[in-house]
């Protein structure tokens, strides 16, 4: 196993998978980094559906920056609670912290994913049966890479961080 630098280096969004299901075992690691996540005050407001139909996989594809569901071995649509004014502040935080542990655990693990954030919400909650007082955070696509891409360019640390003020 690499470092966990090496891999918070090396992950890429991943948008084509091969036809290969990941075992129960690594899906289960991926799923227990999740949980296993910090947040705020223990609450866990968390609620992850894990969509392996391939009808549903279908459903979930249609939109333009969502296709490379259809593909996925698995996908998670990540649901944060916001049926109080605690859950309303700290859910979506929450949720995308448990969320980006499974791409950093996938990713140990040569399970490559890609965070999804072009979706109808009102259709997913329609299509997977998720309660009004909940909220669809993101969707995270999961499989085995058919090609890992190169790095983006990004901008440089100079550009990105200061010190002791803005």
């Known amino acids: 196993m690499d470092s966990l ?9 991943v948008r084509r998978y091969k036809k290969k299901a990941v075992s129960e075992e690594v899906m289960k690691n991926i ?3 999740g949980r296993l996540a910090p947040l705020a005050n223990n609450r866990q407001p968390w609620k ?12 979930l594809s249609k939109r333009r920056w969502s296709w490379f569901i259809r593909d996925s071995a698995f996908t998670v649509v990540g649901c944060g609670y916001c049926g109080d004014e605690e ?6 935080v929450d949720t995308s912290i448990a969320l980006e542990n499974m791409v950093l655990a ?47 360019m990004k ?7 200061s010190y002791n003020g803005f």
């Not at 630098?5 to 969004?13: A, C, E, H, P, T």
């Not at 969509?51 to 996989?57: A, I």
């Open 155 to 161: 901008k440089s640390l100079n550009e990105v961080v």
């Open 106 to 152: 996938a990713w140990s693990m040569d399970v490559g994913s890609c965070w999804i954030g072009d979706f109808d919400e009102v259709e997913v909650k329609s299509l997977l049966g998720i309660p009004e007082e909940w909220k669809v955070v993101s969707l995270v696509s999961f499989g085995y890479p058919e090609n890992v891409p190169p790095a983006p």
């Open 87 to 92: 859950a309303k502040k700290w859910s979506t």
């Open 5 to 13: 630098i090496d891999v918070i280096l090396s992950r890429r969004s």
């Open 31 to 33: 799923l227990e980094a």
């Open 48 to 59: 992850f559906i894990v969509v392996t139909d391939e009808k549903l996989k279908m459903r």
